[in-house]
């Protein structure tokens, strides 16, 4: 028999944030929301400006429109109930909190472990859910059929583990730090390269099809060359996230929704896996290489190496930006705060549009952009 939920009184409520916890209540449940406000994209201090108050007015209200998911997926904080004798008390004093200080954890012993996760993620019942977290999801998932689609777009609590061998689960995570110590030296090195190459005065442009025409490119067009690969790395982003890693895999077809975890759907399943949030070296480097490849093909040697080298930086850059989008906490009203607001949005509301990570701007053209009214930018 499951134990009663345990119940709080006003001033043990208040006691909780006065020692660091973020606990706000909905009617007479209660939920530390603690160690989620630095993630919260409508900012951390909306929510401790909060604290201890009755927020189901919130989730209907300012700063911004919740989906209706909200109200489910915060059941996952759920601490406990407030005493009916102490609601006429705690109404009394809601106008008179002050916001809770920043904390990592509550220091109430009996409050629950900190949590870093959206509260719209939902928890996994491991003996009811359609696939069996206890081993390796990957070689699952291909037989949820035509249910793997509406799965994978519920996002819960919980890191994921995808091979049995600890080789291969090793080889397909990575630190976020990796990624820039891996290919920064690499983009600094070839970016030399490409330079003093240019700078021998041999390369051409057309020469491949003509001599008379072709057009020499000086080493000053280095810097313009760069920009260049970075923006047709920003445009092959946007195509690779919205008809690669968001195609919707056949529900006959195992090995492609295989596949589609593999790539991306474990991202949307567990959005806050710090493990899975960007590239790996060892996979990254075969889809660079392919890339590298299909560049000297189309054009000159050195040429093709500079595009190349400003659509590496490019994805390095795509890579930080992505992970900061999830942990990271922009000041209200930068861009990196709106940025952040729009990719939650893209992955709890708007699976099917919002597809730019580092930048919004080719949503607007292939008209997949997320309304202005549908972001968090507003604030009461």
Known sequence: MAAPPRSFSAAEVRARCAQGSCVVRCRRRLYDLSAFVRLHPGGEQ????????????????????????????????????????????????????????Q??????????????????????????????????????????????????????????RLFHSDFLESLSKTAWYVVFLVWTPVVLYLSWVSYTALAQGNTRLFSSFTTEYSIPVHKYYFPFIFLLGMFLWSLLEYLIHRFVFHMKPPASNYYLITLHFLLHGQHHKSPFDSSRLVFPPVPASLVIGFFYGVLQLLLPEVLGLSVFVGGLCGYVVYDMMHYYLHYGSPKKGTYLYGLKAYHVKHHFEHQKSGFGISTRFWDRPFRTLIPEEETFEKED
């Open 46 to 101: 909306l929510l401790r400006r909060r604290a201890g108050t009755d927020v189901s007015a919130a989730l209907d209200g300012p700063p911004h429109r919740h989906s209706a998911n909200a109200r489910r997926w915060l059941e996952q904080y759920y601490l406990g109930e407030l005493r009916d004798d102490d609601e006429e008390e705690e109404e009394e004093e809601e106008g008179s909190r002050q916001s809770c200080p």
């Open 103 to 160: 904390t990592e954890k509550p220091t109430d012993a009996a409050a629950p472990p900190a949590r870093r996760l959206d509260p719209r993620c939902k928890t996994v019942d491991v003996d009811k859910d359609l696939v069996d977290w206890r081993k390796p999801l990957l070689w699952q998932v291909g037989y949820l059929g035509e249910k793997y689609d509406e799965w994978v777009h519920q996002p819960v609590d919980r890191p994921i």
